[in-house]
């Protein structure tokens, strides 16, 4: 069954510290990958996507993610975090064709500390 | 602007009574979703639809219905036969062109459902 992981349910960080949210799919074939970004009581904004190519992604407020078939890897980078990052993070993975569903990992959610 | 709306907000509702969630969009998106959240289990996909007047079932649609007459509206209805309905929900739409820079999901901001 097509899965999506995210090892750690919680991660505290220093403001200003690098960041790593991990994520692992297990799927027949290489899918289409984002990580999406949550604030309480709110929906989900799209932070980047990997569909093809270059393995290394950019996206919005300052993220990363690098794509790493080998490792089945999807993690999402951040050099340096500010206190606006504090939010839940979601691995998502799907195709595009067929039923075009996505599957979701459990999320982490991220804490920043002074 | 366009977006998704998801109204009410909170909604809160006695047990054993049926209530509907509304959905709009006006991002001229084909498919739509449903989802539901619940703290630590991630998204679960309640039902979708590709098209006006076709719906299938995710992977936790029993006491749930849907439909779609419009193509800008999606409403979900939480039947008394969902055994625990109080969770967040979350609709999301996106377009169906098969052009791979266009496949993402946009969510709604969502409702949380409470029931007494």
């Known amino acids: 069954a097509q899965s999506v992981t995210q090892p750690d349910i919680h991660i505290t960080v220093s403001e200003g510290a690098s960041l790593e949210l991990r994520c692992n799919y297990s799927?027949?074939?290489?899918?289409?990958l984002f990580w999406y970004v949550q604030s309480p009581g709110q929906g989900l904004q799209l932070l980047l996507k990997y569909f093809s190519g270059d393995t290394l992604v950019q996206g919005i407020k300052g993220f990363e993610a690098e794509f790493k078939r080998s490792q089945s890897s999807f993690n999402l980078r951040k050099p340096s975090v500010h206190w606006s990052d504090a939010a839940e993070y979601f691995c998502?993975?799907?195709?595009?064709?067929?039923?075009?569903?996505?599957?979701f990992g459990t999320g982490t959610r991220l804490t920043i500390i002074p | 602007d366009g977006g998704i709306t998801q109204s009410p907000k909170y909604l809160f509702r006695k047990e054993g009574q049926n209530v509907t969630l509304s959905c709009e969009q006006n991002?001229?998106?084909?498919?739509m979703y449903w989802y539901r959240q619940d703290p630590g289990q991630g998204l679960r996909l309640i039902y979708y639809s590709q098209i006006v007047n076709d719906f299938q079932k995710g992977d936790i649609a029993e006491g749930y219905s849907v439909s779609r007459e419009k193509k800008e509206s999606f409403p979900l209805t939480v039947t008394s036969a969902q055994k625990n309905p109080t969770a967040f929900y979350l609709c999301a739409s996106r377009v169906t062109s098969g052009r791979e820079w266009e496949y993402e999901q946009f969510f709604g901001p969502g409702t949380r459902l409470t029931v007494l």
């Open positions: 998502a993975a799907g195709y595009n064709f067929g039923n075009e569903k996505l599957t």
């Open positions: 991002l001229n998106h084909d498919a």
């Open positions: 799927y027949g074939a290489t899918p289409y």
